[in-house]
């Protein structure tokens, strides 16, 4: 059974940090390119951040660029976003994402809100 399970959202004021962490299983997370998205009240789905299967290369959304990095730890079967200097801006349900040429999967998503 595939699953991405999310964690490590929740309230943190302007100017804040947070690490979100993704947890795999049920499929072989070495072979899968990985990304964050998020989806604001409203609003669509937006592409955060984006890392290679082999971590070699990273991708990030204009908006994030310089405070977000984006990593993974393949022994672990996790991916993880390191968000500084939060924006309210920033505030969305943050979702993980594993994809391949042959299949996409999705988790559940955590909710992060800047506010102060």
């Known amino acids: 059974q595939v699953q991405l399970v999310e964690s490590g959202g929740g309230l943190v004021q302007p100017g804040g940090s947070l690490r979100l962490s993704c947890a795999a299983s049920?499929?072989?997370?070495?072979?899968?390119?990985m990304s964050w998205y998020r989806q604001a009240p409203g609003k669509g789905r937006e592409l955060v951040a984006f890392?290679?299967?082999?971590?070699?290369?990273?991708t990030y959304g204009d908006s994030v660029k310089g405070r977000f990095t984006i990593s993974r730890d393949n022994a672990k079967n996790t991916v993880y976003l390191h968000m500084n200097s939060l924006k309210p801006e920033d505030t969305a349900v943050y979702y993980c994402?594993?994809?391949?040429?042959?299949?996409?999967?999705w988790g559940q998503g955590t909710q992060v809100t800047v506010s102060s």
């Open positions: 994402n594993a994809q391949s040429s042959w299949a996409a999967y």
């Open positions: 049920g499929f072989t997370f070495s072979s899968y390119a």
């Open positions: 890392i290679h299967s082999s971590g070699s290369t990273t």
